[in-house]
């Protein structure tokens, strides 16, 4: 069975996502809000220099371990992997589209998650843009509601695909 492209788009997007979060990060404040409350109005503030390579980390690092740590797993010969209908879908026909299902799927959702954590960090540069720094609580309930969803669509295609 032939490699998807999966990961090399994968690690483009995670390359644009590094690029996007240094070049929007340059015209926040010296001090960035960094926490807002319920209310919107900031109430945590960091150095910018602290704030960027937070958040390079933070967008960077946790959907790479993510879809890096997961997919190593996947393709360890000797992993337990629970599936429903396990017997049926690691067969030795079916293994190697399975893990490759399994990589892709992960891959997915690490690129969804890599969306959403550039969306809140373009929410904190909008927020600090105003005099006093405000997040739209609007915004982010937008934004997470369609994180949500397509969490659980994820979810679901994830159990459908290992229907028998």
């Known amino acids: 069975?032939?490699?998807?492209?999966?990961?090399?788009?994968?690690?483009?997007?995670?390359?644009?996502?590094?690029?996007?979060?240094?070049?929007?990060?340059?015209?926040?404040?010296?001090?960035?809000?960094?926490?807002?409350?319920?209310?919107?109005?900031?109430?945590?503030?960091?150095?910018?220099?602290?704030?960027?390579?937070?958040?390079?980390?933070?967008?960077?690092?946790?959907?790479?371990?993510?879809?890096?740590?997961?997919?190593?797993?996947?393709?360890?010969?000797?992993?337990?992997?629970?599936?429903p209908h396990r017997e049926y879908w690691l067969a030795a026909d079916r293994r190697a589209a399975t893990i490759q299902f399994l990589c892709d799927h992960t891959t997915r959702f690490g690129s969804m998650l890599v969306g959403f954590l550039c969306y809140v960090h373009w929410l904190v540069v909008r927020a600090n843009a105003t005099v006093p720094p405000a997040l739209s609580n609007e915004w982010f309930a937008v934004g997470l509601g369609i994180y949500l969803v397509s969490t659980a669509v994820w979810t679901g295609m994830l159990f459908a695909r290992f229907q028998r």
Do not use: C, D, E
């Not at 001090?31 to 807002?36: D, I, K, L, N, R």
């Open 1 to 83: 069975m032939p490699k998807s492209n999966s990961g090399v788009f994968f690690l483009v997007l995670v390359a644009i996502a590094a690029g996007f979060v240094w070049l929007t990060s340059q015209g926040l404040p010296v001090f960035v809000a960094s926490h807002f409350g319920f209310s919107g109005a900031a109430n945590g503030f960091m150095p910018r220099s602290v704030y960027v390579p937070f958040m390079l980390g933070f967008i960077v690092l946790l959907p790479l371990s993510l879809v890096g740590l997961t997919n190593l797993t996947f393709n360890n010969p000797h992993v337990r992997i629970n599936l």
